[in-house]
T-cell receptor, first 115, second 114 residues
């Protein structure tokens, strides 16, 4: 079974600084997708960034980027120029290509951006 | 309304009550999902519906009964729940569930079972 591990239950960062959230996963599959979701205090979960395992280039979305290390099964999220609105729970998630849309989530990392 | 909506946002019920959670998506999607989010635990997938047909039941106790009358609406009927069922229940939708498609989530229903 696939597992997703986020080893940092809580993190904090000063506004405008950079923070990296870690995620590791376990799978025997070669084709899959990885995601970072953000859940602000209002609780609507939104997709932040997505990475296809067959792509070697790391995905980026504005201030958000990932460091995808396939051999190490590591998928970290870097948030640059942190903003107060980035305060949220961040979930790493995994989806096998053959499983349709079945997502496996990590336990989450609560990120607090301090002014 | 846009996106995925859920009602009620908060629900308190006794163990002998019967209640229902409602989810509606306005995205033209064909797949809908129920997740349970408990504190300090990963989101747990409960049920998946694709084109109104249930395609996955992740060993959920029978006191949770889903219903999907059409691709836009999803219900979760609750009866004789236990205190450990208290959690945030999230609904999501995607274009379909048989291949990769991004899931869009609702705001959730915070359920407290007394």
């Amino acid at each position: 079974a696939q597992t997703v591990t986020q080893s940092q239950p809580e993190m904090s960062v000063q506004e405008a600084e950079t923070v990296t959230l870690s995620c590791t996963y376990d799978t025997s599959e070669s084709n899959y997708y990885l995601f970072w979701y953000k859940q602000p205090p209002s609780r609507q979960m939104i997709l932040v960034i997505r990475q296809e395992a067959y792509k070697q280039q790391n995905a980026t979305e504005n201030r958000f980027s990932v460091n995808f290390q396939k051999a190490a099964k590591s998928f970290s999220l870097k948030i640059s120029d942190s903003q107060l609105g980035d305060t949220a729970m961040y979930f790493c998630a995994f989806m096998e290509e053959t499983s349709g849309s079945r997502l496996t989530f990590g336990e989450g990392t609560q990120l607090t951006v301090n002014p | 309304e846009t996106g995925v909506t859920q009602t009620p946002r908060h629900l308190v019920m006794g163990m002998t009550n019967k209640k229902s959670l409602k989810c509606e998506q306005h995205l033209g999607h064909n797949a809908m999902y129920w997740y349970k989010q408990s504190a300090k635990k990963p989101l747990e997938l409960m049920f998946v519906y694709n084109f109104k047909e249930q395609t996955e039941n992740n060993s959920v106790p029978s006191r949770f009964s889903p219903e999907c009358p059409n691709s836009s609406h999803l219900f979760l009927h609750l009866h004789t729940l236990q205190p450990e069922d208290s959690a945030l229940y999230l609904c999501a939708s995607s274009l379909q569930s048989s291949s990769y498609n991004e899931q869009f989530f609702g705001p959730g229903t915070r359920l407290t079972v007394l």
